[in-house]
């Protein structure tokens, strides 16, 4: 059989890189050597699933067969693969070659078409530029009852049946009825105005723009069960307050970014209103006359209604109706103008999945009225691939979502230093990642270690503090922009939810840990290829490295999670795009100690 060889991630093979924008001219070439007659094609399908096939052309180039495809005209993901055809004396031998499993760049060949693992291709609008503030961001996330309490602002508490703690070294706790439903929210009392007092030791941290979660009224210590999109939750302070934070943080040269939940909103809300708090003229669930009734799904009124996954304290909105998309975003007084025009950044977009694309494309149109604004979506998976509810999703192909959270990041960076990942599939999921996404969106993407949805960072690497400055030294390595979650710089630890949500240990920090963050923070704010720098990687059996470079200059990490000592030679360094050799001379013979990282930098001069 005829020794095949593709790769996309080498130019050589598919250029240009990665995603393409709508309408670029795509080469392909292969490689087949054989001392027989190959015909060749490439086979490509749309999201249609229309296939067609492409007859490719012996190149001038020893055994390299070529086309040039100028037909995608479609945004969307497209998959291809090779069809050979070897002609040996009267008999003729099919096969196929794609894509391995996981993707390695270089592919296999199968002898069977239904066996063959396609490459994929994104296709995007156009280039999706975020505001450069942001592109330089280093964020902070926040959960506001978590952080810190105003030591000059008593706050009353307005609500009934929630309990307040005594100590705010207890750890976090829901008191739960019999059938599992909370009964209780507990919390620690943290607001807006000890957000406000705390910026002197964020912008000491290196922090230039903070993401809240939920700061609206809601019936919950999260808030993620809205109870009215127009007004603060009096438990952390009120509009003014807010607006002192606002104007504090933009006098310190910061941003604020706020947390929008629009697939649902709690059943204790102005627009649901399911134990008559707020009057029985109200809410669809006390009123079938009630102005918001056709926002939600009834199956039987009023006891039977659709509701977020199932739970009923969260009833879903039907994002096509034209009402709610008028108060949310259309409307001169939507949500997204009222909070906008006051001055915030821009917005994180909550379970971006179960908000239809056009309705994220109406957000987005809303805020490109306004100057620098930026709009992230919660994406857990790879976001260029998202499949919800049956529809391939295009909110990040263009004019939509500039960011979205790269929790798979996260989970690359988690599994490889706790040894579940190897560094070859550590590789992969980082160059898969990069091929698949515009560029523009890789490097806006909202990189985090840990958020108030997942157990703690430190919790995840079983309390080892070195590995977690391996972790963190990871996320000032790769593309886009980091955002920490407030208390990992302390050592706080804590499993999923509740027990991540834990107050900020202001008496009791490690502050070794968090001069470990200063420290890194720092270099990532200083090092500018760091933050625009275009990216190069490569594997060791033991170890991982990211090079970031531009015309100028290039820094090297390589990073070495195992048990054993590892030195680098030529022999052992794999890659698949060529690294230039003044690079690769400052790390070739290097050894990285176990459960350790190398850190490099130089000018190309």
């Keep these: 059989m005829a020794e095949v060889f593709f790769n996309p991630w080498d130019q050589t093979y598919k250029y240009p890189f990665g995603a393409c924008k709508k309408d670029t001219d795509i080469h392909f070439k292969i490689k087949v050597k054989s001392p027989n007659r190959i015909d060749l094609k490439l086979i490509l399908k749309g999201e249609d699933d229309i296939e067609q096939s492409f007859s490719m052309n012996k190149s001038e180039i020893d055994n390299f067969y070529e086309i040039k495809l100028a037909s995608f005209d479609q945004v969307g993901t497209y998959s291809y693969f090779f069809q050979m055809e070897e002609h040996e004396d009267d008999r003729c031998y099919r096969f196929f070659y794609g894509a391995t499993n996981p993707n390695l760049g270089k592919g296999q060949c199968y002898d069977k078409k239904e066996k063959v693992t396609p490459y994929t291709l994104t296709i995007f609008l156009s280039d999706d530029k975020a505001p450069d503030w942001y ?18 602002e008593t706050i ?91 104007k504090e943080v933009h006098a310190q040269g910061m941003y604020l970014v706020l947390d929008g939940v629009f697939s649902h909103v709690g059943k204790n809300s102005i627009y649901f209103n399911y134990d008559g708090r707020f009057g029985s003229h109200v809410g669809a669930y006390q009123n079938p006359q009630s102005p918001y009734m056709d926002w939600f799904k009834f199956e039987h009124y009023p006891d039977d209604y659709k509701s977020w996954w199932g739970i009923k304290d969260l009833p879903e909105i039907d994002k096509n109706n034209p009402t709610f998309q008028d108060y949310i975003y259309k409307g001169k007084d939507s949500v997204i103008n009222k909070w906008t025009e006051m001055g915030i950044d821009g917005w994180r977009l909550d379970v971006a999945d179960e908000l239809p694309d056009f309705f994220i494309e109406g957000i987005r149109k809303s805020l490109d009225a306004y100057e620098d604004k930026v709009l992230i979506g919660e994406v857990w998976e790879d976001a260029s691939r998202k499949i919800s509810y049956g529809v391939k999703r295009k909110y990040i192909l263009g004019k939509s979502l500039e960011a979205v959270m790269n929790y798979p990041f996260r989970k690359m960076i988690i599994d490889f230093l706790n040894q579940q990942f190897s560094s070859k599939e550590a590789y992969s999921q980082l160059m898969s990642l990069r091929e698949n996404y515009p560029k523009e969106v890789f490097y806006n993407n909202f990189n985090n270690l840990g958020t108030h949805d997942t157990p703690r ?56 840990l968090t001069a470990s963050f200063k420290k890194w923070i720092a270099l990532r704010k200083e090092n500018k290829v760091l933050t625009h720098g275009d990216l190069l990687a490569f594997y060791t059996d033991k170890s991982l490295g990211i090079i970031r470079y531009d015309n100028k200059a290039f820094t090297v990490f390589i990073f070495n999670p195992s048990n054993q000592s590892d030195y680098i030679t030529k022999n052992n360094l794999k890659y698949s795009q060529n690294i230039p050799d003044q690079i690769l001379n400052i790390f070739l013979n290097a050894s990285i100690p176990s459960n350790n990282a190398l850190y490099l930098a130089n000018n190309w001069e």
């Design 135 to 152: 592109q330089n961001a280093i964020f902070y996330q926040i959960f506001p009852d978590s952080f810190a309490k105003s030591s000059i």
């Design 156 to 246: 009353e508490n307005p609500y009934n049946n929630i309990l307040f703690y005594g100590k705010t070294t207890d750890r976090p706790y829901y008191v739960k009825k019999s059938d599992g439903d909370i009964a209780r929210w507990t919390y620690y009392g943290g607001n807006l105005a000890g957000i406000k007092e705390k910026i002197p030791y964020l912008k000491e941290l290196g922090i230039t723009a903070l993401y809240l979660n939920p700061i609206f009224m809601a019936s919950s210590v999260h808030r993620y069960d809205t109870a009215d999109y127009m007004k603060i939750d009096p438990l952390l302070g009120s509009p003014e307050d807010f607006l002192s934070l606002l």
């Design 457 to 512: 960072i430190l919790t995840e690497l079983s309390g080892d503090t070195k590995k977690l400055e391996l972790a963190l030294q990871m996320l000032v390595a790769l593309p886009g922009v980091p955002c920490f979650y407030y208390g990992d710089e302390a050592g706080v630890s804590g499993q999923a939810d509740p027990d991540n949500r834990s107050f900020f240990p202001w008496d009791s920090a490690n502050q070794e």
